[in-house]
């Protein structure tokens, strides 16, 4: 049960002054190189850190379930405060935030791969030679012109040969199949309604398809498209709601934003370093009572399988603590959405290290911020998706349970 | 949620070449001696298993949830992935399994007791003297000669008064109440379906009652008999499918053999020792990618409150560990279907210590394998029907959960 749905806490949560900083670490927890036996968090120097689990209630959080390696969807939601089974976000909805797409309700999203087929219409090459964004973007340019019946249809370049198809309409659905076969010699699939309801929109994506590959034919490479991950934003409560809370998001990467503003958070303008983040946030600080502010070069060195960037990663996000305590929040909590051991080069499923902070925390004789530590703490190994329920209560904002 | 009914994780599971051995270690969990204020682990010598803790990834298993004590039957459907609430088994399935009675799909087991009764056909003594094998053998071999209707009935001796009856035929139902009044001084109960699917069963169980009742009748003790716990096989699914494995089972005792085998794993044939066991396991190691290794004395010294005796079975135990890593599993677990603390002499309620040792486990200072060093490692205290999820994780089998 999340707190998000949880009834019993309904009508529990109060708004107040106090202040919530949740500063998400992408990526956090780590394994021990082998040589060393010593994690990433345990390599780094971070006195900054340390010195605040020092004095914080720590713990370890685990985003969906034990065993489970979540993706940044179902990560990111669950420290929200929501059951990330249950409100999933499809891969496509998911790329088009990436991607800082304008995705509505009721639109629908797609990943799409540029690929190559022979005279018969085989594949040859799925990937298209991976060819670079700067000849698939003209291609994605050059699909913008397709008008389909009653369907507004939008391609915008990913990174090499990966794109969106953003749809807009009436009566749209996510019940399409994919139309990627999964092999070359073989031509793509149709679009194929998946239930009743996804008729509408496997036709207009029929017609998108073969408009396409007409469009596209007379090239050597890169002359076919194959589509997959046809998804809608899932309809979510507002966390801001939910808590009484008045929530403001600050990333620099656009599925961040995205995935912040599906929970109902305010998305303020930032720029693309933490740096800027962090001027962000003290600008604003006086708009919001709760803040998610978003770390990203410790999962970016953690999934390039580079040990050693993630540990400076990590110690220099710890140089900026200080300039997060100077604004002085009720609440601060340092967690992460999901490990991404540099050994691994993947996101895992091993729990992740979080500390909370406030004037109700006693210190527990945690002396480092390091998987060992915390799982050692006075908050043991729980579910991400109670720490909303906890930062609320450190911060003031949860009332007592029953008379 | 068990991992093997969770929706969410369908089709994430992969068949890798990687193997998995799950050693259980029966009634696994103690509690203090009072005057040492050590467990049966902290109390014996365990050099190979608490070197394996060291670089284990380590916690605590809730076989049910806090404060139930659980059977051998949820405590192992939980570590096989099963929710154990959801698929219970009954008591004379388990008692027919615990004898190997070939019980299949449709079939009806029940506990029996012989019991004494006087010439009014009032209960004197419910247990019959607790008469020996020796004596209760020969009356059940008498039984067999007993024909019903279309129902073919037999009785296999347990132990001392104890027997099985198992039934086979069409429409046999377990809808069936006990014949047991708890009570002395009142005749037994008549057989009484306990929904109209139960006549047809309950009418065949009163034939059978009434025919061995008159064939002991001249007997001084044991002359009449009761029985209990009517039930079938409950439906599996099998997890080996729904997994992605092809699980094999090596247990000496054959309770654990049949709950193997509802589960859809390969029991394999293998001695009464554990030695026995470890030495089928090397003969048959290439042909599965799933182990269940089963270690049945730890319980039966917890169960007889012989601490030292559970102390020498832990030890015996832990000589075979390193005959287990020659293997070389991908994955190896020690887990406890429950705890069997031998000052409580039965099992109990208390989470179970765990560990689990793959090339992605950290090694997380938990210096021994024990109750309180296990309780701070970085698993927490979770429920024993996600030990799946996580053992096919660390094998690679399981795929990312959401974009």
Redesign the interface.
């Known amino acids: 049960m999340s707190a998000i749905d949880d009834e019993a806490l309904r009508g529990s949560f109060v708004t107040t002054p106090s202040k919530i900083l949740l500063l998400v670490v992408d990526g956090l927890g780590g394994?021990?190189d082998p040589d060393t036996?010593l994690?990433e968090l345990e390599t780094a120097n971070l006195p900054n850190l340390d010195a605040l689990a020092h004095e914080s209630a720590c713990g370890?959080t685990?985003p969906?379930?034990?065993?489970?390696?979540?993706?940044?969807?179902?990560g990111h939601l669950a420290l929200f405060g929501y059951d990330?089974?249950k409100y999933?976000?499809?891969?496509g909805a998911?790329?088009a935030l990436g991607i800082d797409v304008d995705l509505q309700e009721g639109d629908v999203a797609a990943r799409g791969n540029f690929c190559t087929v022979d005279d018969q219409g085989n594949l040859t090459d799925r990937r298209a030679g991976r060819i670079p964004t700067a000849e698939s973007a003209p291609l994605c340019h050059m699909l913008q012109d397709i008008t389909l019946d009653g369907v507004s249809a939008t391609v915008y370049p990913v990174q090499d040969y990966r794109f969106v198809l953003h749809l807009r309409g009436t009566d749209l659905s996510d019940q399409v199949g994919e139309t990627d076969p999964q092999q070359t010699g073989v031509p793509p699939l149709e679009a194929q309604a998946l239930s009743p309801e996804g008729a509408r929109t496997a036709s207009a994506v029929r017609q998108f398809v073969d408009t396409a590959a007409r469009m596209l034919s007379e090239r050597d490479r890169a002359n076919m498209l194959m589509l997959r991950?046809f998804s809608q934003l899932p309809h979510l409560p507002s966390m801001g709601q939910a808590f009484g809370l008045n929530p403001g998001a600050i990333a620099a990467y656009p599925m961040y934003r995205g995935l912040a503003s599906i929970a109902g958070m305010r998305v303020m303008p930032t720029g693309s370093t933490f740096t800027d983040e962090v001027y962000t946030l003290r600008e604003h600080y006086h708009e919001h009572d709760f803040f998610f502010l978003h770390y990203k070069p410790a999962d970016a060195a953690g999934e390039d399988g580079d040990f050693k960037g993630k540990v400076e990663a990590l110690e220099a996000l710890d140089r900026h603590i200080p300039d997060l305590l100077d604004l002085g929040p009720d609440v601060l909590i340092v967690a992460g959405d999901h490990s991404t051991?540099s050994i691994?080069a993947?996101?895992?499923?091993?729990?992740v290290p979080f500390l909370l902070r406030s004037k109700w925390t006693r210190g527990e004789g945690v002396d480092a911020f390091s998987?060992?530590d915390c799982?050692?703490g006075s908050l043991?190994?729980?579910p991400a998706s109670h720490v909303m329920t906890l930062a609320t209560a450190h911060a003031g904002k949860l009332l007592k349970f029953g008379p």
């Open positions: 394994l021990p036996r994690s370890m685990l969906v379930q034990p065993g489970v390696a979540p993706g940044s969807g179902p990330p089974v999933m976000i499809g891969r998911l790329e991950g051991p691994m993947a996101h895992s499923w091993h729990p998987e060992r799982a050692a043991g190994t729980f």
